[in-house]
């Protein structure tokens, strides 16, 4: 099992039909995997200058690096002469009562790579990571129907949040249709269900409406 720790760390696959992987190769070995075929470079950083084998290697413009640094609360596609620049969020946490996280990933789709970014494990991609090299995908993968794939792992997390959700609002609708006046303690808790339910809500609107 691969295990990715929370420190910089870059793990290169190849998209063939023999899937295989190196980690943390030299930026002279990177550049030689590269050139041998289609790849997918999926980098953990931890501080600022884990990025520059973004610049060094790949030349991807400065503002999609200082991106990677940054925490983008919604998801976003910009295109560059060379690239997509794509933020992604996947839900992290198993939702209970509609309680979850989420965790950004940044991807830059080429022609012939792609390269993923973000901080510490994404359990996600882990998990995608040892299913390729397990050959559970079809083989000679392309990079934009790869990135496709795992675009659609990430959006398939957010299903089991929504059925969450629609069961807290349910219990919610459930206690003000009772018609009963609450004691102090249990408005109490009535209101503090609804905000923190409004709160989910208006998060999940700001990463699923783009």
């Not at 996280?101 to 080429?110: I, N, R």
């Not at 129907?145 to 959700?165: C, G, H, M, N, R």
Request: with cysteine; net charge neutral.
């Amino acid at each position: 099992m691969i295990s990715t720790p929370h420190k910089f760390m870059i793990t290169v696959c190849k998209l063939s039909n023999k899937p295989a992987c190196i980690v943390n190769p030299a930026e002279v070995e990177l550049q030689k995997y590269l050139l041998a075929g289609a790849c997918w470079v999926d980098v953990t950083i931890n501080k600022p200058e884990d990025v520059r084998v973004l610049a060094n290697v790949f030349n991807f413009h400065q503002l999609s690096i200082d991106d990677c640094l940054d925490n983008i609360h919604y998801p976003k596609v910009e295109q560059f002469p060379d690239y997509l620049f794509i933020i992604l969020h996947t839900v992290e946490v198993a939702p209970a009562a509609g309680k979850f996280s989420t965790k950004e990933a940044d991807f830059f789709l080429t022609n012939k790579h792609l390269v993923t970014v973000h901080r510490g494990e994404s359990k996600r991609l882990l998990d995608i990571k040892e299913r390729l090299i397990k050959e559970a995908f079809p083989t000679s993968l392309i990079p934009d129907l790869f990135f496709q794939l795992i675009a659609s792992k990430y959006t398939d997390e957010y299903f089991p949040v929504l059925e969450a959700l629609d069961k807290e609002i349910d219990g919610i609708e459930d206690l003000v249709l009772k018609g009963q006046t609450p004691s102090q303690g249990d408005s109490n808790t009535l209101t503090s269900r609804i905000l923190r339910t409004k709160k989910r809500i208006s998060m999940l609107k700001r990463l699923l409406t783009p």
